[in-house]
């Protein structure tokens, strides 16, 4: 009696260490299968990641570029104005030097009138910042 308890004692445990080890061999399926998902997920969230970066870099080089194209019209659209300005100047200067009647015959009436409005809008471009600095 005492050998059938005791084998039928081995046969419980053996079923319970097996059940143990089924039990563990299942929890670390899942645990795989969890470890697996989220490693996934990480992977996506980087690539989107790296996308977004590779985005950003590609506007912020766009940008920079639109910005120094914007920086040389503006320096050329300065230049052009102080130029334009000067010749005006001299135009004026000559004006100035001759008589009267003289003015009459070589006046281009447009000097004056174009001078006043090219400043007019230069101010208007700077804001209205206070009289020309031409």
Not at 62 to 70: D, I, V
Request: charged share 30%; net charge neutral; with cysteine.
């Amino acid at each position: 009696m005492i050998c059938v308890v005791h084998s039928t004692r081995r046969r419980i445990r053996g079923r319970q260490i097996e059940d143990v080890q089924v039990r563990l061999q299942i929890q670390a399926y899942h645990f795989q299968q969890e470890w697996d998902r989220r490693e996934q997920e990480f992977q996506r969230k980087e690539q989107e990641y790296l996308r977004r970066e590779q985005e950003f870099q590609h506007r912020e080089y766009e940008s920079q570029r639109a910005l120094a194209f914007a920086t040389q019209e503006l320096a050329n659209a300065r230049a052009y104005l102080v130029r334009l300005d000067s010749n005006l100047d001299d135009q004026l200067n000559t004006l100035q030097g001759i008589s009267m009647s003289s003015k009459a015959v070589f006046a281009e009436p447009h000097v004056m009138t174009s001078k006043f409005l090219i400043r007019e809008e230069v101010e208007k471009a700077r804001g209205g910042a206070g009289p020309s600095a031409f």
